[in-house]
């Protein structure tokens, strides 16, 4: 069973260490790039620390679009180590539950976006309600839900 930890300076050690595969590297980046754009949002963002077992084994961040309203999820990424566990998708559950709280504003709305060369992620977030919108940003294409 995987939980969510908000990144503390306690904790954020911890997500510099987290690995990609090689070849996911183009895909998501790196914790120490996400933390920055969290101290920049900070007042709209939650970075999160993925535990199992009491180990962090990834990373996601939540941000909430006030323009759009939406919230965001943006970087998730499980440890090249441990993927393949199921950890992804649990991960994600804890995130849309998080979300339903509406802890920076009201909205049902929930977007991402994912690389088109990505099938694993791709067939995740489907699997989790997210459609495709036909937006896209070179290699990238948005996905959205409503959560209830």
């Given at each position: 069973?995987?939980?969510?930890k908000p990144?503390?300076?306690?904790?954020?050690?911890?997500?510099?260490?987290?690995?990609?595969?090689?070849?996911?590297?183009k895909?998501?980046?790196h914790p120490?790039?996400?933390l920055a754009q969290?101290?920049v949002y900070?007042n709209?963002?939650?970075?999160?620390?993925?535990?199992?077992?009491?180990?962090?084994i990834?990373y996601v961040?939540?941000?909430?679009d006030?323009?759009?309203?939406?919230?965001?999820?943006?970087?998730?990424?499980i440890?090249?180590s441990?993927?393949?566990h199921?950890?992804?998708?649990?991960?994600?559950?804890?995130?849309?539950?998080?979300?339903?709280?509406k802890?920076?504003?009201?909205?049902n709305r929930?977007?991402?976006?994912?690389s088109?060369d990505?099938?694993?992620?791709?067939?995740l977030?489907?699997?989790?309600?997210?459609s495709?919108t036909?937006n896209?940003?070179?290699?990238e294409?948005?996905l959205v839900?409503?959560?209830?």
């Amino acid at each position: 069973m995987t939980e969510l930890k908000p990144i503390t300076e306690d904790n954020f050690p911890e997500a510099f260490r987290l690995k990609l595969a090689p070849e996911q590297e183009k895909f998501v980046s790196h914790p120490i790039r996400s933390l920055a754009q969290a101290y920049v949002y900070r007042n709209q963002c939650q970075p999160f620390g993925i535990y199992a077992d009491g180990k962090m084994i990834g990373y996601v961040m939540v941000i909430y679009d006030y323009d759009i309203p939406e919230y965001d999820i943006w970087h998730m990424m499980i440890d090249a180590s441990v993927q393949g566990h199921g950890y992804g998708s649990e991960a994600l559950d804890r995130v849309l539950d998080y979300i339903k709280t509406k802890p920076f504003g009201d909205s049902n709305r929930v977007a991402l976006t994912c690389s088109r060369d990505n099938p694993v992620a791709l067939k995740l977030y489907e699997s989790k309600g997210f459609s495709a919108t036909g937006n896209a940003d070179e290699d990238e294409i948005e996905l959205v839900m409503t959560i209830r």
